[in-house]
């Protein structure tokens, strides 16, 4: 599924913000992300969801070379990737419904076969009445759960999470987590950054733990994909 | 509600707002060029074609008899290219001296030279110079007048006004290239967060690119509209106030329809190039993009 191979990365002439990294995702696998603010997590995912590329070693996402994959083919393997992001990132102009549908207009599905399934999707994360509203008029929490939303919509095969559950209360959070495992269940590989050590615990998951820009694996309650 | 052409809020672009605005100036401006262009080109065909298709052969009074007109006709006759030969009786050739000398001066024993008009088959081009030597063998002191001499000058600026015109019309297209340039960077900008995340979603190049160009069809379009409706003004009323001068060498300051039809490739013209331009550069700019 996603392979790093010794990759390192520095913006510019600057230092490395991440050295040595070394691991593997199997298909299905759920993992945490954590560290220290600063410890290259941000980074790390975006390395995953092709917005960087390594200054050395190699990444190798749903069994591409990423280092020698044409750039005309990397947008049909962002498509297999769904991303929330700390920011949530929605349009201002585009109502819940159309943030969310997004990703399957990019993705040339045809509009009387989107709007069904997204106005389903934002019931299901609590938001069946506030489809048409805009993100400015959304609490956090609301918007958080329209980015989420918006990341899944597409049925990812790897779906990456910075924060999702920061702007939440507690048992939102939980519902999420629960979104977050049933689509783990359906097949999608997981990793999800997060500072939360009660959710962590909690859903036992193996955790991935960034420090200084490098890498350590913890291995959680539930079944581990495999960590090198 | 999902039906919505852009993800992009062009609508909250403030430099986008003075693109119909340049569009428009620059149609009109293309337009009355062109028209001129077009006028210009007419004026010069009718003028070389006159010029192609017609001779004048002139012989001085004292060698103008009916025996030598009769010959010099006859040899005209067997000229390879001419179609017509038609001698012009003394009375019409006196007449075209009146307005230029006067017909007092022209019907007293004002010496006039016997005229022979000569028709050439379309497209030839017959040699003056070589036809008068050849007809002075028979008649001392013929001449032969093909006109190029002086409206070949004529012709010639007409030409180099024609070429200028075009010339003028390329410029104003390349100003509104760079106006659009200016404009899409402006837009890549604004937009770029958006672009980010459509990118990252999977977008391809071509359907960001798409968006931009679709905005700038429809601001070109405003544009090219309205400047050139403005243009078909200014030349109606151009055409309207010179509708009374009659002057035998003065263009025509009407247009065909032709002309019109040949009008209306500015402002598709303007819109075709808004929409490539924007693509272009937006293309250009997502290659930087990982």
Known sequence: ?228 | MLGRRTDLPFERDQSTRFLPWIVALMVFLGGLMFAAALIVADTVDSWDSTLTGRMTVQIPQAAATEASIATLTGKLEVTPGVTGVRPVPEAEARALLIPWLGEAVVNTDLPVPALIDVELAAGVRTDAASLAASLSQLVPGVTVDNHRAWLGALINLGRTAEILAFVILAMIAAAAVLAVIFTTRSGLAVHAAIIELLHQMGAQDRYIASQFQFQAMMLALRGGIAGAAAAAVVLIVFAWVGRGIDAAFLPPLTLSLGDWTALLIVPAAAVAIAMLTARLTVLRALARMP
């Open chain 1, 1 to 228: 599924m996603l392979r790093f191979e010794n990759v390192g990365m520095r913006y510019g002439i600057g230092p490395e913000v991440l050295r040595d990294i070394s691991f593997t995702l199997a298909p299905g696998s759920f993992h945490f992300l954590t560290g220290s603010s600063g410890a290259g997590k941000t980074t790390l995912l975006k390395l995953m969801y092709l917005a960087l590329r390594p200054t050395r070693g190699l990444v190798h996402l749903f069994d591409n070379d990423i280092s020698v994959t044409p750039r005309s083919e990397l947008p049909a393997l962002r498509r297999r990737i769904g991303v929330v992001f700390q920011d949530f990132r929605l349009i201002d102009h585009l109502t819940a419904v159309e943030n969310v549908a997004l990703p399957l207009r990019v993705n040339g599905v045809r509009h009387g076969e989107i709007d069904t399934h997204v106005r389903e999707l934002l019931s299901w994360v609590g938001l069946g009445e506030r489809l048409d509203a805009r993100p400015s008029t959304l609490s956090g929490g609301q918007q958080q759960r329209v980015a989420i939303a918006r990341a899944v919509i597409n049925r990812p095969r790897l779906l990456l999470a910075d924060e999702p559950t920061g702007n939440v209360d507690d048992h939102i959070a939980v519902r999420l987590m629960h979104l977050f495992e049933e689509l783990n269940k359906a097949g999608t590989t997981i990793v999800i950054a997060t500072h939360n050590n009660v959710l962590i615990e909690e859903f036992g998951h193996p955790v991935l733990q960034l420090d200084d820009g490098e890498l350590t694996v913890r291995r959680g309650r539930q079944p581990a994909a495999e960590v090198v």
